[in-house]
T-cell receptor, first 111, second 114 residues
């Protein structure tokens, strides 16, 4: 079993839809959780990060962590074609600076 | 502020050849990471450095792979001899020290071994 599990998709939605991306993890020592966005032929770029359980909102994006169920979510409101990318979740044990990534979910938002 | 710079962007070479990938991290970042990304295995951490010292190389697949960081602004990942199964996109990332610091990625080197 991988430490971070993520459905690879692809996920196709119409413009304006609410998108829900999810990951589960097995390492109880994870304290930080990150979402990266990767466009085709580019490196991953940090979208959001959260510490421990709770919600964090940034514009159209909301990251949610439920440590009791080891579940990580990213919600995208009013999705745009420019959101079409692969989204990778990652967990980090505090203090080690070492990220464990999920496989990534490919998202396509069509006009 | 310049991002992480990797070279070359693409490399095509024949099996058995030596391959050297290069990375310049963001100035002031203490940590440098080398990753490999494939469709089958996703993004895998190969090795990372803190203040130019290798900390964890448990992800390096085998002895054919080696990485060095001779100074704070330069790192190399070398494969010798290369094999077709090494074909992948190799990313370098850097970050500041401290918990929860985000990693900043370069745009990768797309490696094809024929």
């Amino acid at each position: 079993q991988k430490e971070v599990e993520q459905d690879p998709g692809p996920l196709s939605v119409p413009e304006g839809a609410i998108v829900s991306l999810n990951c589960t993890y097995s390492n109880s020592a994870f304290q930080y959780f990150m979402w990266y966005r990767q466009y085709s032929r580019k490196g991953p770029e940090l979208l959001m990060y959260t510490y421990s359980s709770g919600n964090k909102e940034d514009g159209r994006f909301t990251a949610q962590v439920d440590k009791s169920s080891k579940y990580i979510s990213l919600f995208i409101r009013d999705s745009q074609p420019s959101d079409s990318a692969t989204y990778l979740c990652a967990g980090e044990e505090g203090g080690y600076n070492k990220l464990i990534f999920g496989a990534g979910t490919r998202l396509a938002v069509h006009p | 502020d310049a991002g992480v710079i990797q070279s070359p962007r693409h490399e095509v070479t024949e099996m058995g050849q030596e391959v050297t990938l290069r990375c310049k991290p963001i100035s002031g970042h203490d940590y440098l990471f080398w990753y490999r990304q494939t469709m089958m295995r996703g993004l895998e951490l190969l090795i990372y450095f803190n203040n130019n010292v290798p900390i964890d190389d448990s992800g390096m697949p085998e002895d054919r792979f080696s990485a060095k960081m001779p100074n704070a602004s330069f790192s190399t990942l070398k494969i010798q001899p290369s094999e077709p199964r090494d074909s992948a996109v190799y990313f370098c990332a850097s970050s500041r020290g401290g918990v929860g610091q985000p990693q900043h990625f370069g745009d990768g080197t797309r490696l094809s071994i024929l």
